[in-house]
């Protein structure tokens, strides 16, 4: 069975209660329970983690090797920073996609760039959380043409 990692990075975990102007009422256990629902519905394994600490996030990016076939990821802050995310990326060679709640180019400059861009499918920003079952139904497609 086709199976896809959601993975999200620092902060992610105050989802509903953090700046709820910019990322929304939803906590992440709702943005869970709408992913693993579309799961079911595509016939897919969705898988959900969430860390605070990068090398975390690289070790979970690692993991999907043997378990997944791709991944969705909001990398929060370390999009704008993390070469080791970019790397990790690029070292599985499974297909991702990075992901924001918010529009991150309407926003601060530093906003702007994202160093997991270059080795990531495409992006989905600026949804809200209705991004996480956007870009799951995109790499469903992908995976399974
Ligand atoms: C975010 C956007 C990032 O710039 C920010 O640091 C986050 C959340 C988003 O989902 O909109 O933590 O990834």
């Known amino acids: 069975m086709t199976s896809i990692l959601v993975l999200n ?20 256990d709702d943005v869970e329970r709408t992913c693993r629902a579309l799961g079911d519905e595509l016939g897919i394994d969705v898988a959900f983690a969430q860390s605070n600490h990068e090398g975390a996030l690289v070790d979970a990016i690692h993991d999907c090797r043997d378990r997944h076939d791709g991944i ?41 760039h994202s160093a997991i861009a270059p080795v990531c499918l495409g992006v989905v ?11 799951l139904r995109a790499l469903t497609e992908r995976l399974t043409g």
């Not at 990075?9 to 992440?28: D, I, K, Q, S």
């Not at 920003?125 to 870009?135: D, E, I, N, Q, S």
Request: charged share 15%.
């Open 9 to 28: 990075g620092p902060n992610l975990n105050l989802l509903g209660t953090r700046e709820p102007a910019t990322y929304g009422h939803e906590t992440l």
């Open 125 to 135: 920003a600026g949804f809200g959380v209705r991004g996480y079952p956007l870009a």
């Open 72 to 112: 969705v990821l909001n990398a929060g802050a370390y999009t704008h920073t993390s070469i080791a995310l970019r790397d990790a990326i690029a070292g599985v060679a499974l297909p991702c996609i990075e992901l924001h709640v918010s529009n991150v180019h309407a926003r601060e400059p530093f906003r702007h």
